[in-house]
């Protein structure tokens, strides 16, 4: 450069010449201190994202960066498997299942937190999770690339809930064609309630609400869930296919259906053929689990290890965080939250740790959200 300047009419003075190299070198150092600033933000962004206790936890980095990369609408949920019809994926009888009712397609964090949980705690059997909102048609696959949280996981399956089809072969069908939606109080519920049977009836496996968090599996088939000594649950309950525990459940539905009864057909209608068929309900002395006939009464601890009236304990800080123990899942009582708490990350509340500890992707979603917004 300073060559040419040579060939101007007349010979610039060293010190001009320097003087512009001097320029140029502080240009070039500003140049410089803005790229490694610029390095500095980026590295900086990255690294809070990460939850602080996580930052080197391998269990989380894997999540985080492939899906900052790409765009949401491009992620695939089990690409392979898409088009592929519930009974392909669900024909060894081990499925997990889940059922949103309602047409949202987005779902809360604590249903991500509960599949995502599952995915886990079960890699080697398939999560199903019948969505109603899902199209009809098969251009809706594309649907699936909207819930990113679950995309990290290759057993997570979303299927449209088509309630004539899941009530097909059954005793809910004929109930199904008489009964008038428009007429109904709690149509998301006792179509919850009636899916639940009929799926685990077909194909056999665990149904789990969606606000269930997996924290260990549960090794029982054929298990229904009490809640306390003398209430019996259907936010979780197994058989194998054809079981008569949910072919019995099914008959009794139809037969006594209250539609003006909220859980006359969920909890309600369990102990009535528990009581029935099954066995005398006694109730639990201790921690044990009770046989009654060919299902098992899992203790309260299993799964409602903080009873529905202490719900909101899972919002307080605790000091330090003891894994339930003896649980296989947690019941997190959405039904009594109804949305009014959230789970904080960094609060160190109880449900912060739990989705921590069981569903780290939708934690770090959460946190970045967080993060986005303030
Ligand atoms: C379970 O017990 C019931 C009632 O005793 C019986 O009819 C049914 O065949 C049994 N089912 C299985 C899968 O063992
Ligand atoms: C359903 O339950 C309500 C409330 O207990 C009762 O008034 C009504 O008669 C019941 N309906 C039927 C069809 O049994």
């Known amino acids: 450069m300073v060559i040419k300047f040579t060939e101007g009419p007349s010979i610039r003075k060293p010190t001009d010449s320097s003087s512009y190299n001097s320029i140029m070198k502080a240009v070039l150092r500003l140049i410089l201190i803005f790229f490694i600033l610029v390095c500095f933000g980026l590295f900086y962004k990255i690294h809070m994202t990460l939850p602080l206790n996580h930052q080197n936890d391998p269990a989380i980095k894997p999540f985080l960066f492939p899906n900052i990369k790409v765009p949401a609408n491009e992620i695939p949920i089990n690409e392979a498997t ?55 048609d098969r251009d809706g696959d594309k649907a699936k690339y909207r819930i990113r949280t679950l995309s990290s996981y290759d057993n997570i399956y979303l299927f449209p809930l088509r309630l004539e089809e899941v009530f097909y072969d059954t005793p809910l069908l004929s109930w199904y064609r008489k009964v008038k939606p428009e007429h109904e109080s709690y149509w998301t519920d006792v179509t919850s309630d009636a899916s639940r049977l009929a799926l685990i009836w077909k194909y056999g496996g665990i149904y789990m609400d969606n606000d269930i968090i997996s924290v260990r599996p549960v090794p029982l088939k054929n298990f229904v869930a009490a809640e306390s000594n003398d209430v019996y649950s259907n936010s979780i309950f197994g058989c194998v296919p054809h079981h008569m525990f949910s072919w019995r459940s099914m008959e009794d539905f139809v037969q006594n259906y209250n539609g003006s009864i909220l859980g006359h057909q969920g909890p309600a209608l369990f102990a009535r053929i528990l009581k029935k068929v099954f066995c005398v309900l006694r109730g639990f002395k201790y921690t044990e689990d009770v046989r009654c006939g060919n299902m098992t009464l899992t203790n309260p601890d299993r799964f409602y290890p903080i009873p529905e009236s202490s719900w909101k304990k899972y919002y307080e800080v605790v000091d330090q965080f003891r894994p339930f123990s003896s649980s296989y899942a947690v019941h997190l009582f959405e039904n009594s939250n109804q949305g009014k708490y959230n789970m ?31």
């Not at 949103?100 to 079960?122: G, H, K, N």
């Open 82 to 136: 898409n088009n592929l019809r519930p009974e392909e994926i669900l024909h060894q009888g081990n499925g997990i299942f889940f059922v949103e009712t309602t047409d949202r397609m987005e779902p809360p964090y604590v249903t991500l937190c509960a599949v995502e949980s599952a995915a886990r705690i079960y890699p080697n059997r398939p999560i199903a999770f019948f969505m109603k909102g899902l199209p009809e």
């Open 344 to 374: 904080v990350p960094g609060s160190k509340t109880l449900v912060d740790r739990l989705y921590e500890q069981y569903c780290p992707y939708t934690y770090v979603t959460v946190l970045m959200k967080d993060r986005s917004s303030h």
